[in-house]
């Protein structure tokens, strides 16, 4: 037999939003008091299973469900209901306050800091370099036509920088900083600017 449920706890609505911060708070600093050890509980008429899946559990599920369903998540990316870059910039103004929000509220931060660079560093040792390779070739379109554009403009650079006179010690620092303000340039208008 399966152990007996735990008792439901009472909570009435005005109480809710208080209690309910202070749960995730809690689960947040001891999550081991909240896995559930794959227990099942005594039902009426049959055992039931936990109501959330221990941790293990769920993250096999997850991994299980990526890789059934890989073909299908294929499908509909690569057939979108909408145009994603126009989406993407009738949403701008959305996005903007989603991220002043953010960071106004240090969840920009507090998300970052919970960053765990080991756990980078394996994932990119267990992908290797066939993971890197395979990006930039499967990139390789768009790849060249961003360098056809940078190759134009850093040559237009180079063309200005070498009309500037560079006999004294301050005309080689003044071309040295106008070198820097025009690779800035270079780089606002890769991006658009």
């Known amino acids: 037999m399966g152990s007996k449920p735990e008792p439901t706890m009472q909570i009435n609505a005005a109480e ?3 209690v309910h911060a202070q749960l995730l708070d809690d689960a947040l600093a001891h999550p081991e008091k909240y896995h559930r050890k794959g227990e099942r509980l005594d039902g009426n008429p049959i055992a039931i299973g936990p ?3 221990p941790p293990e559990e769920w993250a096999a599920d997850y991994e299980k469900g990526v890789v ?3 073909d299908r998540w294929l499908k509909h990316v690569t057939n979108p209901s909408r145009n994603p870059i126009a989406a993407a910039i009738a949403a701008e103004e959305k996005w903007k306050n989603g991220m002043q929000e953010a960071i106004a509220k240090g969840r920009w931060k507090k998300g970052m800091q919970q960053a765990d660079p080991d756990m980078m560093m394996e994932t990119l040792k267990a992908q290797g370099t066939s993971a890197y390779i395979n990006g930039v070739q499967v990139r390789r379109e768009k790849m060249k036509k961003k360098i056809v554009k940078l190759q134009a ?3 237009a650079h180079v063309s200005a920088m070498d009309a500037l006179p560079d006999a004294t010690p301050q005309q ?7 070198n820097l303000d025009g690779m800035l340039l270079v780089g606002d208008k890769m991006k658009g600017g």
């Open 16 to 18: 809710w939003d208080k």
């Open 51 to 53: 109501r959330v899946s």
């Open 68 to 70: 059934n369903n890989a």
């Open 153 to 155: 403009l850093v040559s």
């Open 172 to 178: 080689r620092r003044d071309k040295m900083l106008k």
